[in-house]
């Protein structure tokens, strides 16, 4: 049996036990309850060691993530003004090609291409929004037919039929 007192010099670690007497294993005595509050010391600094790291990494990925975004909305903006710049170009060419051709006339060409571009735009937006509402009301109307279906299926009439009875026909 090791009678030995622990070393005052080893800094009451975790390894720290002494087997001399049942007085040493006595929690209540000095030298232990010295030993546990210096390990109740160590790992609250480790604990608070590891909450400020993951805290730090959290950081460094918000910080990381906002200028990649950054970034993202920087190069949007500089795809776009070049589509735009293109568009722009590629209109002033051929409306001054127009000009030209109307002999020097360089408002005709610019009035041509403006109508044309505003008509094209107008067009197109006609045309979508009539595709966009077809097809949602071709869907709607398919929904409420399957369910006429399914009423007729399950009750031998649906609700347009019982709608169109007479009020003496019920009963």
Do not use: C
């Amino acid at each position: 049996m090791n009678t030995k007192p622990p070393d005052k010099n080893s800094g009451m670690g975790w390894e720290t036990r002494s087997t001399a007497s049942s007085a040493d294993e006595n929690p209540a005595t000095p030298g232990a309850f010295h030993a546990a509050m210096a390990q109740f010391a160590e790992l609250r600094e480790y604990a608070s060691y590891l909450v400020s790291a993951k805290v730090d990494a959290l950081k460094a990925t918000l910080r990381n993530t906002l200028v990649y975004a950054a970034l993202g909305i920087v190069g949007g903006i500089a795809g776009a003004a070049f589509v735009v710049v293109a568009a722009v170009l590629l209109l002033v060419g051929a409306a001054h090609g127009l000009g030209a051709a109307f002999g020097g006339r360089d408002w005709l060409g610019d009035l041509i291409i403006g109508i044309v571009v505003l008509g094209a735009v107008v067009a197109g937006a006609i045309i979508g929004l009539k595709k966009i509402t077809g097809a949602s009301r071709k869907q709607t109307v398919e929904k409420y037919e399957t369910r006429q279906h399914q009423q007729r299926r399950n009750f031998g009439h649906d609700v347009r039929e019982r709608a169109s009875e007479q009020p003496a026909d019920r009963g």
